[in-house]
C-alpha cells in the first residue's frame, strides 16, 4: 500500500456530534496503524453558521479524546481562490455550466418534484449553451455537467462494489451566485490538494460520492479510496441527530466519562476485533482494520458506555482518578477546594465503588465536602424517636474512644444492633443519613473513618 493519508472534516456549526468523533477515531487509527498522516481540516465556508467557539470545540474535542492530528488544522475558507480556479477550469473544459435559473424557477421544478413524489433533480434547462438565458439580469450559478447515461461504480472498502444510475445524478451546483464554492467543490479540491487517500465518512455521503467521483475524473487526479461507515442510530432505530440527548461529546464530558473508555466504546461501536472488548490505545491502533468494520447501523448504547467507564474507572491509579476528579469538578463549576485532596484522596478507593462516572465519585463525596451537611426533609423523616437514641448512644461511644478504626466500629454498631433489638439497616441507615443527608451512599464505616473524629461528633450531635 502506498503512503496512507486521512482526515477528518467537521462543519464548525454546532458541538461535535458523537458520529463525527467515531469517524475521526477510524481516520486516525487507520492512519496510525498504515503509518501515515491524519488531517483536521476545518470547512467553515458556511459563514452564515459557522462558528469560531465550534471550531475551538471541535479542536479541543479531540484533544480531549486523544486523537492528535498531524500539523495544523487546514481552514477551507482560506483556500476560497483555489476552489473558484477550479471551477473556472471545469467551465473551460465543458464539463461545468452556467445556469440562469431564477429561484422562482427553481422552486416550481421542487414543487411539481414534489407533487409527484420524486426527488428533485434539475431539469437541466441551461445545460446546453444555446439555451442558457443571460439577459434575465441574474447572476448564474456554475453547476457541474453529470453524466446523463449508463452506471457508474466505486469500490467501496466497507460496503464492497456500489453502483449507480447515472440518470439519477443531478447537475449539482459547484459555484453560487455569490461566487462561492459548495461543499462538493471544495471537498473534492481540499482532499486532492492535502493528498488524502482514504476518505472514510458516513454511508450518508454515497450520493456526494459519486458527483466528487466525477470531479476528480473530470481533472484528471488520483481518485481516493472511499470506506463508507454506517451510521450510528438511537435506541429507537432511527439516525442519531444532534437534538438526541447524550448526542454530542459534551454530553459524555458533562457527566463524567473517561476519554479512554469513550474511546474504546466507540471504537467497538460498529468494529471488532474477535470477541475482544477492552482495548488499550496501542492494541487499537495494532489491531484497526477497515475489514472490521461492520455493514450495519450501530445503536448507541448509553447503559454500555457507563459500564465501559465503571471499568476504567476501577482500574485506573487512584492519584490520576483524583487528578480527573479535580479537573471534572473544575470544568463543571463545582471545583474541589484544596483543602480536602487529603480526605478525597484518602477515600478514593472506596468513593470510587459502584461509581460509573466521575460525576457519581463526586456525588459520593459531596459529604466530606459539606461543611454545613443540608439533610433534606424526606430523609430527616426516616429519624424518629428511636432512631435518634441510636445516634445519640453511638455518639456516646465515639467520643469516649481513643482511636477509630474498623475493629471498634464493627464492635459498637453489633451491640447497638443487640441492645435496639434491630439490625444492621435499623443502625446504618439513620447514621448514614445524619453522616451525609442521604440514605444511599459509601458503607459506613469508611463514611465514619473518612470524617476526622470532631466532625463526626458534630454531625452526630445535631440530633441530641
Not at 483536521?40 to 471541535?58: A, F, G, M, P, V
Not at 486523544?66 to 476560497?80: A, H, K, L, P
Not at 422552486?107 to 449553451?129: D, V
Request: positive net charge; hydrophobic residues 35%; aromatic residues 10%.
Amino acid at each position: 500500500m502506498s503512503f496512507v493519508a486521512t482526515r477528518f472534516a467537521p462543519s464548525p456549526t454546532g458541538p461535535l456530534h458523537i458520529g463525527g468523533v467515531r469517524t475521526a477515531l477510524f481516520n486516525w487509527l487507520f492512519s496510525k496503524n498504515k503509518k501515515g498522516k491524519f488531517y483536521l481540516r476545518i470547512e467553515d465556508t458556511d459563514k452564515e453558521r459557522s462558528r469560531d467557539e465550534y471550531k475551538k470545540q471541535i479542536i479541543q474535542s479531540l484533544k480531549w479524546i486523544g486523537i492528535n492530528y498531524d500539523g495544523n488544522e487546514y481552514i477551507q475558507s482560506q483556500n476560497i481562490e483555489l476552489h473558484r480556479k477550479i471551477a473556472d477550469e471545469l467551465l473551460k473544459k465543458g464539463f461545468a455550466y452556467k445556469c440562469y435559473c431564477t429561484e422562482k424557477e427553481i422552486e416550481e421544478q421542487k414543487k411539481k418534484s414534489k407533487e409527484n413524489k420524486m426527488p428533485f433533480i434539475y431539469n437541466r434547462k441551461c445545460r446546453n449553451a444555446e439555451s442558457a438565458d443571460s439577459s434575465k439580469g441574474v447572476n448564474p450559478v456554475i453547476r457541474f455537467k453529470s453524466k446523463i447515461t449508463d452506471i457508474s461504480s466505486i469500490k467501496d472498502l466497507v460496503q464492497g462494489e456500489i453502483n449507480i444510475s447515472n440518470s439519477t445524478i443531478e447537475d449539482f451546483v459547484i459555484l453560487r451566485k455569490d461566487g462561492t464554492p459548495t461543499y462538493q467543490l471544495s471537498a473534492v479540491v481540499d482532499d486532492n490538494k492535502m493528498g488524502i487517500s482514504h476518505i472514510i465518512r458516513g454511508d450518508d455521503h454515497k450520493i456526494n460520492t459519486f458527483k466528487q467521483k466525477q470531479i476528480y475524473e473530470a481533472m484528471q487526479w488520483k481518485l481516493p479510496a472511499f470506506a463508507h461507515v454506517p451510521l450510528i442510530h438511537s435506541n429507537e432505530g432511527k439516525k442519531l441527530s444532534k437534538r438526541d440527548n447524550s448526542s454530542t461529546l459534551i454530553d459524555f464530558i458533562k457527566i463524567g466519562i473517561l476519554p479512554e473508555a469513550l474511546r474504546n466504546y466507540l471504537l467497538r461501536l460498529g468494529w471488532s476485533h474477535k470477541d475482544k472488548e477492552i482495548f488499550t490505545l496501542e492494541e487499537s491502533i495494532k489491531y484497526f482494520n477497515l475489514a472490521g468494520i461492520g455493514k450495519s447501523p450501530s445503536k448507541l448504547d448509553y447503559e454500555r458506555i457507563l459500564s465501559i467507564n465503571e471499568h476504567y474507572i476501577k482500574s485506573f491509579d487512584e492519584k490520576e482518578l483524583y487528578k480527573r476528579l479535580k479537573i471534572y469538578s473544575e470544568d463543571n463549576k463545582k471545583k474541589i477546594d484544596n483543602k480536602f485532596d487529603d480526605k478525597l484522596l484518602k477515600s478514593i478507593h472506596f468513593l470510587k465503588n459502584k461509581a460509573k462516572s466521575l460525576g457519581d465519585i463526586y456525588n459520593n463525596a459531596e459529604y466530606i465536602m459539606s461543611e454545613n451537611l443540608i439533610i433534606k426533609s424526606e430523609e430527616l423523616k426516616l429519624i424518629d424517636a428511636s432512631s435518634k437514641k441510636i445516634i445519640n448512644d453511638f455518639s456516646i461511644r465515639i467520643e469516649n474512644s481513643k482511636e477509630l478504626n474498623k475493629n471498634i466500629l464493627e464492635k459498637n454498631l453489633k451491640e447497638l444492633v443487640e441492645l435496639y433489638k434491630t439490625n444492621f439497616k435499623g443502625v446504618g441507615q439513620p447514621m448514614r443519613i445524619a453522616l451525609t443527608g442521604s440514605r444511599y451512599g459509601p458503607g459506613i464505616y469508611d463514611i465514619i473513618l473518612s470524617l476526622e473524629k470532631k466532625e463526626v461528633l458534630k454531625r452526630l450531635n445535631r440530633f441530641k
